[in-house]
């Protein structure tokens, strides 16, 4: 399996824009987890999903924030209008069970001027 | 809210040398993971700890818990240079559907 794969690496967009980050768990996990690390705030977990529900979102930090899951093999986590300061590095990561270890994506790098 | 916290944040010591990484969590825990993040890149898992009195090993690295002090030590054998990463404990609440990191500990070993 190739892991968990994430989409785009790097992303610059300007304020105001939509952007979308794209997820692919590895086949057979079924818990997704969606989270943002910055400097400042640490490793922050946004949202998670069970086969393909959204379980929990209270970590989501605003309604411009949207989190889906289509199928057990894509994920997307959608902010619009974007921020300055929703500039982080986003990751994906899946399970098998909740109480699994949790394999991380690449992240996504964003940068929004 | 389940609080965790590591310390020291930064850890700076000698290859050869001994070190132990302290996780400490406010609430009752059913799992504790440990994950390192090297520069720039995604966190790799390391253990994970399930029950009180838990120990893992792997390699120079060797992990403890101790739900009942709510305490867990990442203990660093002979130190060598490819250790040098940021490492997190997280925390899993129980009863909750929610993973807590902590702030993480950026380790780096002189050669």
């Known amino acids: 399996d190739a892991g968990v794969i994430q989409s785009p690496r790097h992303e610059v967009t300007e304020m105001g824009q939509e952007v979308t980050l794209r997820c692919k768990p590895i086949?057979?996990?079924?818990?997704l987890f969606w989270y943002r690390q910055t400097m400042m705030r640490g490793l922050e977990l946004l949202i998670y999903?069970?086969?393909?529900?959204?379980?929990?979102d209270s970590g989501m930090p605003e309604d411009r924030f949207s989190a889906k899951m289509p199928n057990a093999s894509f994920s997307t986590l959608k902010i619009q209008p974007s921020e300055p300061r929703d500039s982080a590095v986003y990751f994906c990561?899946?399970?098998?069970?909740?109480?699994?270890?949790?394999?991380f994506g690449p992240g996504t790098r964003l940068t929004v001027l | 809210e389940l609080k965790v916290e590591q310390n020291p944040l930064f850890l700076s010591m000698q290859e050869g040398k001994n070190y132990t990484i302290y996780c400490n969590y406010s609430?009752?825990?059913?799992?504790l993971y440990w994950y390192r993040q090297d520069p720039g890149k995604s966190l790799e898992s390391l253990f994970v700890?399930?029950?009180?009195?838990a120990v893992k090993q792997e390699g120079r690295l060797m992990a403890s818990l101790d739900t009942k002090a709510r305490l867990s030590t990442l203990h660093i054998t002979a130190a060598v240079h490819d250790l040098s990463a940021t490492y997190f404990c997280?925390?899993?609440?129980?009863?909750?559907?929610?993973?807590?990191f902590g702030t993480g500990t950026r380790l780096t070993v002189i050669p």
């Open positions: 609430t009752t825990s059913d799992r």
């Open positions: 990561a899946s399970s098998f069970l909740l109480a699994s270890y949790q394999f």
């Open positions: 999903f069970n086969n393909n529900v959204p379980i929990d």
């Open positions: 997280a925390v899993d609440q129980t009863g909750a559907n929610n993973l807590f």
């Open positions: 700890l399930l029950s009180n009195g």
């Open positions: 086949s057979g996990h079924d818990y």
